[in-house]
């Protein structure tokens, strides 16, 4: 289930650092991976799995150390990179349906109530059927429609 792992694990991950990034900037001290499971409310061992990929994956640079044993590991300046900073809605997306989906995703996760969230739902699955392609240029066109 990569999306849900994405979702609950990754997204929350890099919003975190996303908001504290000036905080994690000027401190040039190691950040325990336990502070920010604990910040974040996740679990540790889902924190340290997924920063190891979202530093392998290029959305967060810095040094990263994974925990061994009880020892949790730690992070030394975790900066978002360009990717990270799209994937943490802090940078628009290149791609416009992205960007599209990135918003409903977004609007989604905050709805306040469920007839809401059924909304933004229905809204997620009806983009999501439609190919990237025909997508994108229809938000394209849509962009240009409110420009004019």
Known sequence: MASDTWNSVAVPLLEHF?????EYGQNPRATDTLDIAQATGLELAAVELELKRLFDGGYLAGDFERGSGADSG??????LTERGARA???WPSE???EALLAIVDRRLREAQS??????WQKIKDGFTAV???VLASFVVEVGKAFAS
């Open 114 to 119: 469920p007839e809401d969230r059924s909304y």
């Open 18 to 22: 996303a908001e504290r990034e000036a």
């Open 95 to 97: 791609n416009p349906a």
């Open 131 to 133: 190919p990237g392609n």
């Open 88 to 90: 943490a809605g802090k």
């Open 74 to 79: 730690f992070v030394i300046v975790p900066t």
